[in-house]
């Protein structure tokens, strides 16, 4: 399976801008679909945004306009560039990919926006 860690989170006030990262182990990163997942307190993980190993990306319509995922396939590091953070993006988010075997998940990094 593929190892993803994911970094970059933190506390920024409402408003403010974030870069998650997140960098995968493996030889195939480039082939694969990486997609961007957030949990907040009680609620379900939500996809928040992805991006296919052409490059095609697709957002929740919440972060549409906000938020950008790429990719550095020479890094193996997909990235979520948060922008106009608001309170209801607080959550710990966390990156995912699919492969033969089922999904790989990360840790996951906390965001806290405060208002």
């Known amino acids: 399976q593929v190892q993803l860690v994911e970094s970059g989170g933190g506390l920024v006030q409402a408003g403010g801008s974030l870069r998650l990262s997140c960098a995968a182990s493996g030889k195939i990163f480039s082939s694969r679909a990486m997609d961007w997942y957030r949990q907040a307190p009680g609620k379900e993980r939500e996809l928040v945004a992805s991006?296919?190993?052409?490059?095609?990306?697709n957002y929740r319509d919440s972060v549409k306009d906000r938020f950008t995922i790429s990719r550095d396939n020479a890094k193996n590091t997909v990235y979520l560039q948060m922008n106009r953070l608001k309170p209801e993006d607080t959550g710990v988010y966390y990156c995912?990919?699919?492969?033969?075997?089922?999904?790989?998940w990360g840790q996951g990094t906390q965001v806290t926006v405060s208002s």
């Open positions: 991006i296919t190993s052409h490059g095609i990306t």
């Open positions: 995912r990919t699919m492969g033969a075997s089922g999904p790989s």
